[in-house]
């Protein structure tokens, strides 16, 4: 199954700013997935992120708060912009894999906004 | 609306005996199932996936699939403290490989 190396692994940022989320693949994937999990709940689907087109967000996300970029195959980026404490939460990417290997996901970014 | 299923615990186990897990699912035309567990603090890792109906053994790990009834279990034999975490369920939409995902279930190994 892939290997996914993301970045950074926790931050503290102050409201109004932005962070810049990094996710690397060891291997070509055509989608990537982000995710926001709250504190003792499940995933959020956030976006699907697919080479060479737009992100395609869900009910409740928006571009212009959560940009992502999807330069190769092997690599995104998930910003969260413009950050109030609301935005705590860890942030997740995820590439399906082949067959039973299911979907693999990076070692996730726990924000704070201060 | 397509939807996963879980109790969401906690579901306390004394060591050495067998924690059962559940899920049901909404869409009758699934074909996999997947089960993640997540311990505090740490991103999901797959320990099971399951196509078939039937039983599914990997180890202390047996993922059972019903179709017909759309649930899909997962048993842990011999429970260890280290099988203390939170086990989520989670299915694919096919149309979009997107996977729904259920509450999840906190599991609570008690020696």
């Known amino acids: 199954s892939a290997v996914i190396s993301q970045k950074p692994s926790r931050d503290i940022c102050q409201r109004g700013t932005s962070l810049t989320i990094q996710c690397q693949v060891d291997?070509?994937?055509?989608?990537m997935f982000w995710y926001r999990q709250q504190p003792g709940q499940s995933l959020t689907l956030i976006a699907t992120a697919n080479q060479g087109s737009e992100a395609t967000y869900e009910s409740g996300f928006v571009i212009d708060k959560f940009p992502i970029s999807r330069p190769n195959l092997t690599f995104s980026t998930l910003t969260v912009s413009n950050m109030s404490p609301e935005d705590s939460s860890i942030y997740l990417c995820?590439?399906?894999?082949?067959?039973?290997?299911?979907?693999?996901f990076g070692s996730g970014t726990r924000l704070t906004v201060v | 609306q397509k939807e996963v299923e879980q109790n969401s615990g906690p579901l306390s186990v004394p060591e050495g005996a067998i924690a059962s897990l559940n899920c049901t699912y909404s869409d009758r035309g699934s074909q996999s199932f997947f089960w993640y567990r997540q311990y505090s603090g740490k991103s999901p890792e797959l320990i099971m996936s399951?196509?078939s109906n039937g039983d599914k053994e990997d180890g202390r790990f047996t993922a059972q699939l019903n179709k017909a009834s759309q649930y899909v279990s997962l048993l842990i034999r011999d429970s260890q403290p280290s099988d203390s975490a939170t086990y989520l369920c989670a299915v694919p939409m096919d149309s979009n490989y997107q996977l729904i995902w259920g509450a999840g279930t906190k599991l609570i190994i008690k020696p």
């Open positions: 399951i196509y």
């Open positions: 995820s590439v399906r894999g082949q067959g039973p290997y299911g979907y693999t």
């Open positions: 291997s070509q994937v055509t989608m």
